[in-house]
Nanobody, 124 residues
Framework: QVQLVESGGGLVQAGGSLRLSCAVS????????MGWFRQAPGKEREFVAA????????WYADSVKGRFTISRDSAKNTVYLQMNSLKPEDTAAYYC?????????????????WGQGTQVTVSS
């Protein structure tokens, strides 16, 4: 079993920055892909970013490219999402997830483990 716990959400003004953290307990294998998703009220959960734990390769949704950066610290068993130049449309609950079998990284069913979520609110 893998457990994920997000933290770092909060209220920021448009143009501000925030860093989310995802603490991972249990075994994290070098072949895992870790992802961040977000969900706003009345909307489907959408892909934000992903990283290969072993290689460090990253993928981003077009809506966040150039503004968000995903990273991981193997020594701390933690995945981060640095969010810069935040916009009101970034407002959502953000979820950390683990994709242990390297399935399609844009699809939520590919991720077998999920955190509880952390709220990000961007004011205008």
């Amino acid at each position: 079993q893998v457990q994920l716990v997000e933290s770092g959400g909060g209220l920021v003004q448009a143009g501000g920055s925030l860093r989310l953290s995802c603490a991972v307990s249990g075994r994290t294998f070098s072949t895992y892909i870790m992802g961040w998703f977000r969900q706003a009220p009345g909307k489907e959960r959408e892909f934000v970013a992903a990283i290969s734990w072993g290689s460090g390769s990253t993928w981003y949704a077009d809506s966040v490219k150039g503004r968000f950066t995903i990273s991981r610290d193997s020594a701390k068993n933690t995945v981060y999402l640095q969010m810069n130049s935040l916009k009101p449309e970034d407002t959502a609950a953000y979820y950390c997830a683990a994709n242990p079998k390297n399935r399609l990284l844009l699809r939520t069913p590919s991720y077998e483990y999920w955190g509880q979520g952390t709220q990000v609110t961007v004011s205008s």
